[in-house]
Structure formats: structure tokens, C-alpha cells
């Protein structure tokens, strides 16, 4: 079962126990500084170990005095003007802990080397195209395939159907006819950002770059829209994606500790972004 997506006043979270925590993803300021304590009560009633905010820079003193920590920051987030600060509370010291900082920095490293490297032309036999409702059902079973879980539900046709109807655009990569591998750009409208997100290769098409040149053809698709700041938040401990990102031109953000379920485990996750 996947985390609820729900209003706390008027601002947007998610939370759940596959993530193991709360999810703060859009503040209305409004509900500032009486949502603080609100989150805190959830997770406590919850048992939750984290709670993670994103919210515009000029907010963010508000939650370190309550002991949050900065973990990352996009400038020109909202509306190609105002920062997002990224902030982690550890209700669970435990959670804080990353057994794997040396690696996943060895990896930030690794991928700021690589950026603007050549990149190698697609290989014949693939196209890129956008993604359509009818492809519902072939996308979902690529996604199952590929991640054993993973934070929102796209393993389920009709989810991905939904979100299309409102606000993520899906890409695929093709070759005879069929999907090799799959991306999304999550778009908020309102603030003219997008996530560039929910990369996935079958195992049969890995080596051909194909991350790369979706991610190549996505952005053009999101500055048709009106977006003005693209990211992503990557599992910090993939170099492929990491790499992927720096390669195209996307400039490091921060690291999110202990964030994300996805492949059946709370990772760590990597922010990169760029304008566009």
C-alpha cells in the first residue's frame, strides 16, 4: 500500500509507513508556524522516524529553530525566482546515521567529473517519443519489472493514467515497438518547476544510454509548457543516474539522508537541477 497523499491546513504532505515518514511537499505559508507542531503530532501518532519539508528559503528558518537540518536547496525553484530549502527532522537519531556517506560521496564526485562530457549518439533501432494513455499497461509492467517498490504507485496502469490526466508527463523509449525504458516529468504548473523522475531501463537495454537521451528529449518538452527549473532526486547511490544528470549540465543540490523507499529499502537520495 502506497503512502497517503492528503491536505494538512492548507498545504500538501504525504506520509505512510512504506516511507517512514511525513512528506511536507508544498507549504502554504499560511499555515505557518502551526503546522510544525501539526506534523510533529502526526508523526508522533504515527511512529514515523522522519519528517521532510520542502519549502520556499524565506520559510525555512522557522522549521531549523525546531530542529530541522538544511539538507539541500534549488535556486529559482519557485517561479524561476525563489529558492526551496530541503530540510530533514530526525525524530529517530538512528535515521541520521548513512553507513554509506564515503560511497555516495565518492559518487558526487565521480558525477561533477562528468559534467558537460560528450554524449554518445542513440543507438539504431530506438525512438523517443511521449507517452500516451494506451500505453498505460506496457509502462506499469516496465516499472514493476524494473523497481521491486517505490514511492508513489506506477506499477498501477490506472495510476499512471490519472497523473497524465493532471500533471506528469510520461516518455519512452521504443525499439520494435516495444518499450525499453520509461521517464516523467512531474510538472507543477503553478510554480513552473518540474521533477524529472521515474527513470526505468529493462535489463536487456542497459548500456545504451537511454536514461540520458530521454532526459535529453524531456526537457525541451517541459520548456514547451512554460517550466522554468528542472530536478530530480536521485538515489544517491547510483552512479548511473548521478552521472546522468551531471552529463547534462544539472548542478548538485544536496544529499537527503535516509529519504526514500524504493527497491524494498529507505535510501538516500541525491538533488541536481538546472534552468531551462
Partial sequence: MSDTLEKLGNSQIQHGPDNDRIYLMKLDPTDLPKIIDQLNELATKNGYTKIFAKVPSHCASAFVREGYCREGMIPHFYNG???????????????????QRDEIEKIITLAQSKSGSAIKPLP???????????????????????????????????YLI??????????????????????????????????MTDFATLPEHLGNGLAVHLLKFMEPEMKKRGILTLYTIARAISPGMNITFSKCGYAFGGTLINNTQISGSIESMNLWHRQV
Fill in 81 to 99: 525566482e525563489t529558492t526551496a530549502t530541503f530540510l530533514g527532522k530526525f525524530i529517530n537519531p538512528a535515521r541520521e546515521i548513512s553507513p
Fill in 162 to 195: 490519472e497523473t497524465m490526466r493532471s500533471h506528469v508527463c510520461y516518455f519512452v523509449a521504443e525499439k520494435d515497438g516495444m518499450i525499453a525504458a520509461a521517464s516523467s516529468g512531474e510538472m507543477d504548473d503553478g510554480n513552473r518547476n518540474a521533477e
Fill in 124 to 158: 539504431e533501432g530506438y525512438s523517443m517519443r511521449p507517452a500516451v494513455k494506451a500505453d498505460a499497461g506496457e509502462l506499469a509492467a516496465v516499472y514493476r519489472q524494473v523497481f521491486a517498490s517505490y514511492p508513489f504507485p506506477i506499477h498501477d496502469p490506472d
